[in-house]
């Protein structure tokens, strides 16, 4: 068998996996627009995600919808439930303290790996303008949103786009633990005036003391979540 003849062989298996890398492509783009969708607060846990009407909404067969709701249960963020369908998962405390746990690891080290200011501040300043607006508003889902993005930005200042897809899929599942809180505005505005006060660290290029304030931030968040879990209703897991 010559050369010629493997590399033609070779042609040939990769043209009959072609459609299949338009179904896995077309599925990891639809689950990433659902997992954006939840870490907004659009589909709250619990909620039974249809097929038929997200199908519709997206212009997606049922085959690749299935296949995006595969990738987001292997990331935790939907439940299968046998003969009733994909549904948004109910975190448990176990899994808000093992998300606080990453967190801590991912963002605090972010900053702890930031060379001589001035830093790459861009995206996190931004994050913090956009929840100072949503609250001048009153829009405190708006606030949620904007709160996620801040830690995703803190997160990017890695420059890693392995940390990004990481902190994509934890902060997306963060924002099914918020819904808990019974007052979002209560639960929100103390951490937006902490987001400033780290992002006004951060320009001041004292990395160091900005990585201590988020270490607290995170630990403070993290009690006042896993306190308000015993307070809600029972629920289906």
């Given at each position: 068998?010559?050369?010629?003849?493997?590399?033609?062989l070779?042609?040939?298996e990769?043209a009959?996996?072609?459609?299949?890398?338009?179904?896995?492509?077309?599925a990891?783009?639809?689950a990433?627009?659902l997992?954006?969708r939840?870490?907004?607060g659009?589909?709250?846990?619990?909620?039974?995600?249809?097929?038929?009407?997200?199908?519709s909404a997206?212009g997606v067969?049922?085959?690749?919808l299935?296949?995006?709701?595969r990738?987001?249960?292997?990331?935790?963020?939907?439940v299968?439930?046998l003969?009733?369908?994909?549904f948004?998962?109910?975190?448990?405390?176990?899994?808000i303290?093992?998300?606080y746990?990453?967190?801590?690891?991912?963002?605090c080290a972010?900053?702890?790996?930031l060379?001589?200011?001035?830093?790459p501040?861009?995206?996190?300043a931004?994050?913090?303008?956009?929840g100072e607006?949503?609250?001048?508003?009153?829009?405190?889902?708006d606030l949620?949103?904007?709160?996620i993005r801040?830690h995703?930005?803190?997160a990017?200042?890695?420059?890693?786009?392995?940390?990004?897809?990481l902190?994509?899929?934890v902060l997306?599942?963060?924002r099914?633990?918020?819904h808990?809180?019974d007052?979002?505005?209560?639960?929100y505005?103390p951490?937006?005036t902490?987001?400033r006060e780290i992002?006004?660290t951060?320009?001041?290029?004292?990395?160091?003391?900005a990585?201590?304030?988020l270490?607290?931030?995170l630990?403070?968040s993290?009690?006042?979540?896993?306190?308000?879990?015993?307070?809600q209703?029972?629920?289906?897991?």
């Amino acid at each position: 068998m010559t050369a010629d003849t493997d590399a033609g062989l070779a042609l040939s298996e990769l043209a009959a996996d072609r459609a299949l890398l338009g179904r896995t492509s077309t599925a990891e783009r639809v689950a990433g627009i659902l997992r954006e969708r939840i870490a907004q607060g659009f589909f709250l846990p619990g909620v039974r995600l249809s097929e038929a009407q997200i199908g519709s909404a997206l212009g997606v067969s049922r085959n690749t919808l299935r296949e995006a709701f595969r990738l987001l249960t292997h990331e935790r963020l939907l439940v299968h439930k046998l003969n009733k369908g994909a549904f948004v998962r109910v975190l448990t405390v176990a899994d808000i303290v093992d998300i606080y746990r990453v967190r801590q690891i991912v963002e605090c080290a972010a900053i702890r790996g930031l060379d001589a200011p001035p830093y790459p501040l861009d995206t996190v300043a931004a994050a913090v303008a956009a929840g100072e607006r949503a609250a001048q508003h009153r829009r405190w889902n708006d606030l949620g949103t904007a709160n996620i993005r801040f830690h995703q930005a803190v997160a990017g200042l890695a420059g890693s786009e392995r940390t990004d897809d990481l902190m994509r899929g934890v902060l997306a599942e963060l924002r099914l633990a918020f819904h808990v809180m019974d007052d979002p505005r209560r639960f929100y505005e103390p951490y937006l005036t902490r987001n400033r006060e780290i992002l006004n660290t951060l320009e001041s290029g004292d990395a160091a003391a900005a990585e201590r304030m988020l270490g607290f931030y995170l630990a403070d968040s993290r009690r006042q979540l896993t306190e308000a879990y015993p307070e809600q209703p029972a629920q289906e897991r």
